[in-house]
């Protein structure tokens, strides 16, 4: 028993022995800490805007209702929905053979009356000059040239009337024919044709609009109405294609509990693919700022209201407090202790603190 205890004993000692030889060994060695790997650019400045986005539907910069000024039917039509007009172009005609001998009989009436007063008028024109001869070499009394006199202004004012007559009438006639000849105010394409042949004319027989230019009828809020101009540039996104108009209008009136304002941008559409009812996305650029420390939004963290950034300073990260601006695009305009040329740490950030040991293993640029 004595034996057993003993060899108990003197295996626990050994034991201890190789214990502590571990531990002083383990003292004797340089414990290496680990190191991060970062990604790194340089701070750059650059113009950053502020946009303001809405969304809007496009219209005809002009839309004429065409319609006959004279009721009737309708004899024949030139045009068809989608059919490009110029203007004077006759869209179509009503029945008018009634009316156009009705008016040559009025324009001959008017015509007759004229040579009935023309030949009034030459008569006595000739009695007057004879008057006259008569009366100043005694012959004829004063009182018979007084009268050859007045009968000879009477009838030539008659003549006058006459031609008057004939000319303002026969303006009348013939638009009275031209209101059944109906053409088109405007060039443009036809939108709507709401007539048939046979069919009375109605209050909007035609539709036409002009699509060279168009109109994106929009709107913006009460705090940014004042930060935009007429005139000013606006980016517009149709159909995935980007087209560049310019703000027509601004109502001063605001809609929806007035805080809500219309805006008119008129853009070209030459090629006119551009179609009234399509929807457009709508960018105003609101405030554009001219170099300014930028920095891609991955790189910026955050702790409480606290917004901070990772730069390498002798080899070692150095946290500096920022204060985030304007954001776009992944980008966000920075004010703070940040300065241009500084090397930004933007990717493996949020390994790290001040004390961490790092190595840098890409160096990129603000647009990567």
């Known amino acids: 028993?004595?034996?057993?205890?003993?060899?108990?004993?003197?295996?626990?000692?050994?034991?201890?022995?190789?214990?502590?030889?571990?531990?002083?060994?383990?003292?004797?060695?340089?414990?290496?800490?680990?190191?991060?790997?970062?990604?790194v650019m340089k701070v750059e400045a650059k113009t950053i805007t502020?946009?303001?986005?809405?969304?809007?539907?496009?219209?005809?910069?002009?839309?004429?209702?065409?319609?006959?000024?004279?009721s009737g039917k309708v004899k024949?039509?030139?045009?068809?929905?989608?059919?490009?007009?110029k203007k004077g172009d006759v869209l179509y005609t009503l029945d008018n053979e009634d009316l156009v001998i009705d008016v040559e009989l009025k324009k001959s009436q008017y015509k007759k009356a004229l040579e009935n007063a023309k030949m009034n008028y030459e008569d006595a024109l000739n009695n007057f000059n004879k008057a006259k001869a008569l009366y100043e070499s005694g012959v004829l009394s004063k009182n018979a040239y007084d009268n050859a006199e007045k009968s000879y202004r009477q009838n030539k004012l008659n003549y006058e009337q006459a031609q008057k007559d004939l000319d303002s009438n026969s303006i009348t006639l013939d638009a009275s024919i031209s209101?059944?000849?109906?053409?088109?105010?405007?060039?443009?394409?036809?939108?709507?044709?709401?007539?048939?042949?046979?069919?009375?004319?109605?209050?909007?027989?035609?539709?036409?609009?002009?699509?060279?230019?168009?109109?994106?009828?929009?709107?913006?809020?009460?705090?940014?109405?004042?930060?935009?101009?007429?005139?000013?540039?606006?980016?517009?996104?149709i159909q995935s294609n980007n087209y560049m108009g310019k703000i027509k209008t601004i109502s001063p009136v605001g809609i929806n509990n007035g805080n809500i304002y219309p805006v008119e941008i008129e853009i070209e559409n030459k090629d006119g693919l551009l179609k009234p009812g399509m929807f457009a996305e709508v960018k105003f650029e609101i405030e554009r700022r001219e170099n300014q420390v930028v920095v891609p939004t991955k790189s910026i963290l955050s702790s409480g209201n606290e917004n901070y950034v990772y730069i390498v300073e002798e080899n070692k990260p150095k946290k500096v407090i920022i204060e985030k601006k304007i954001i776009k695009d992944g980008y966000v305009q920075v004010e703070g202790e940040l300065s241009v040329g500084d090397l930004l740490i933007v990717k493996g950030q949020e390994y790290i603190d001040e004390k961490s040991l790092i190595y840098v293993v890409n160096e990129v640029t603000l647009n990567e």
């Open 1 to 39: 028993m004595k034996i057993k205890k003993m060899s108990v004993v003197c295996f626990l000692l050994m034991l201890l022995v190789l214990s502590g030889c571990d531990k002083s060994e383990a003292k004797g060695k340089k414990v290496e800490k680990k190191q991060t790997a970062v990604e």
């Open 50 to 70: 502020e946009d303001y986005h809405s969304v809007g539907k496009i219209y005809a910069s002009e839309e004429v209702k065409v319609s006959s000024k004279k």
């Open 76 to 85: 024949k039509i030139y045009f068809d929905v989608g059919d490009v007009v």
């Open 179 to 237: 209101d059944t000849i109906i053409k088109s105010p405007i060039d443009g394409v036809i939108a709507e044709r709401n007539i048939e042949v046979g069919e009375n004319t109605t209050a909007s027989d035609f539709v036409i609009v002009n699509t060279d230019k168009v109109i994106v009828r929009t709107s913006v809020s009460e705090d940014i109405v004042n930060k935009i101009s007429i005139g000013d540039t606006v980016q517009t996104n």
